[in-house]
């Protein structure tokens, strides 16, 4: 994928995660912004970040995201069972001319 | 609440036509605010952007399917399409319609569908 993302991490209940997501000078690099989405089995993508940092309504606030240069983060605190899920970044690749999505992270909560 | 909902064969031959419709409840596709997109999921794979389309017909498609690619939208049934020409097993995928981008600020997809697994096979 464009973006890289670890393909799992995992955390205990009450503690806290990052999701990181590597990109390059032709997505994240150049300005464009990173969106985040929470996927469980079986159901199309929920948007969760939009904007690098900007929660739609009715998404926790222990769901925040960053960007900084070629990379951007994903932080989760609190982990709830619930959060058990898919994740994916997504951007865009003005080489690709493409809208682009990281390879997706898994989070298991132990 | 803004819904989609993808609907079409299961089943496509290899070299057919795959089509696949999505028809939008709670917003109208005329309304001039957003895009509307097609993408696609291999099994047990990430997502994949196929391309999307403005309710005056005007489209973006993925440089790497383009060649194969046509969508089309009918405001009055609130409606848009895919097709995607001369499908091989590669094609194999659960397909998801969503809403976005927005014609203005960030450009994330904000509603999909379910999604609905097209599998190509003789």
């Known amino acids: 994928s464009v973006l890289t993302q670890p393909p799992s991490v995992s955390g205990a209940p009450g503690q806290s995660v990052t999701i990181s997501c590597t990109g390059s000078?032709?997505?994240?690099?150049?300005?464009?912004?990173v969106h985040w989405y929470q996927q469980f089995p079986g159901t199309g993508p929920k948007l969760l970040i939009y904007?690098?940092?900007n929660r739609p309504s009715g998404v926790p606030d222990r769901f925040s995201g960053s960007k900084s240069d070629t990379s951007a983060s994903l932080a989760i605190t609190g982990l709830q069972a619930e959060d058990e899920a898919d994740y994916y970044c997504?951007?865009?690749?003005?080489?690709?001319?493409?809208?682009?999505f990281g390879g997706g992270t898994r989070l298991t909560v132990l | 609440q803004v819904q989609l909902q993808e609907s079409g064969p299961g089943l496509v031959k290899p070299s057919q036509t795959l089509s696949l419709t999505c028809t939008v409840s709670?917003?109208?596709?005329?309304?001039?605010?957003?895009?509307w997109s097609w993408i696609r999921q291999h099994p047990g794979k990430g997502l994949e952007w196929i391309g999307y389309?403005?309710?005056?017909?005007?489209?973006y498609y993925n440089p790497s399917l383009k060649s194969r690619l046509d969508m089309s939208v009918e405001t009055s049934k609130n409606q848009f399409s895919l097709k995607l020409r001369s499908v091989t097993a590669a094609d194999t995928a659960t397909y998801y319609c969503?809403?976005?981008?927005?014609?203005?600020?960030?450009?994330?997809?904000?509603?999909w569908g379910q999604g609905t697994l097209v599998t190509v096979s003789s």
């Open positions: 969503a809403r976005g981008p927005p014609l203005a600020g960030a450009a994330a997809y904000d509603h």
């Open positions: 709670g917003d109208s596709i005329g309304n001039y605010g957003h895009f």
């Open positions: 389309i403005y309710y005056s017909g005007s489209t």
């Open positions: 000078s032709s997505n994240l690099g150049a300005n464009y912004d």
């Open positions: 904007g690098n940092n």
């Open positions: 997504q951007s865009y690749d003005s080489s690709l001319s493409a809208s682009v």
